[in-house]
């Protein structure tokens, strides 16, 4: 008996707690809000729990990092991306690794830290954005790619596999998906080398279709910056560099003024 009465009071304080706290909330939010209604203030409390609750930007709970090799890689992009790699690290001659003249982006907002300016960013971007480019979970059939930068020569490398989800003309690649891969290097080359940027112009001359499948280089040239303004070439070229798919040239406007 005294142990029914003693789990009722527990149940009635629990009650009593939740409807206090539930309305305490819902008041903090009718406050700050005039329209919080119930539906609101339950949108608001979400809210708040999906922001708690979710991964934080660069924390191990990090999204995949789209960069790395996985089983759809061709062993041409596996070769090429060890090719790159290994120039990422080097060797001295007492034996210790330091960084080599290359350095592997990782993908989207791992990669924003790497940009002048990108702590600042990835806060503004919310957890759950993700760059066009990698928007396709299955491996292999949008855009596996992955860039490295070398800073002294102002360039990037892509080597880039064109999935069968990216088809235009029969059996090659569209050009909206060539247009993008090259916005994206570029854009990332821009990003890195000055801090974050918008396309201002892209022109683009196809030269020779990419077949789906295939593995290309999307080479990206940094040639002049003028104020905000960056300047920036590309070309898209076969793995072995003799055949050119396509060439392109972009401006990039830096958002900020600063000069990093
Ligand atoms: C946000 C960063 C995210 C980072 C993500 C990392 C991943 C990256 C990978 C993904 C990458 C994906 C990337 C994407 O997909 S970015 C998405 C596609 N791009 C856009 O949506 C951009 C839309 N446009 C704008 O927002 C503005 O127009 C911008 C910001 C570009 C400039 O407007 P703003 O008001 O700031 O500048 P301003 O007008 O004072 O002009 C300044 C100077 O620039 C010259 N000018 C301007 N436009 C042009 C033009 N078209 N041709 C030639 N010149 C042009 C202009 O004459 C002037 O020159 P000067 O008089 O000083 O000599």
Redesign the pocket.
Known sequence: MLRHRLYITRALCQFMACKLSTGLFRNILKTKHPTGDMWYTRSCLQSILAVTMAPRPFSSSQPRDYSLPNTSWSSEMLRLYEHYNIMCEVETERGDKIKGQWTRLPSYNR??KY?PGGQY?SKLLLAKAR?FTRNIEEQGAGFEYVVFENKQEKTCVCVFQAGHLLEGPPGHVHGGAIATII??VT??HA?CHSG??????LTINYRSPIPLGSVVLVHSSLDKI????IFISCQVTSSDGSKLHTEATA?F?R?FETTY
């Open positions: 990669f924003l940009a960013l760059l916005d994206s854009g990332t990003t974050p940027a918008m396309t201002a112009n003028e104020g905000r303004k401006l406007i958002l």
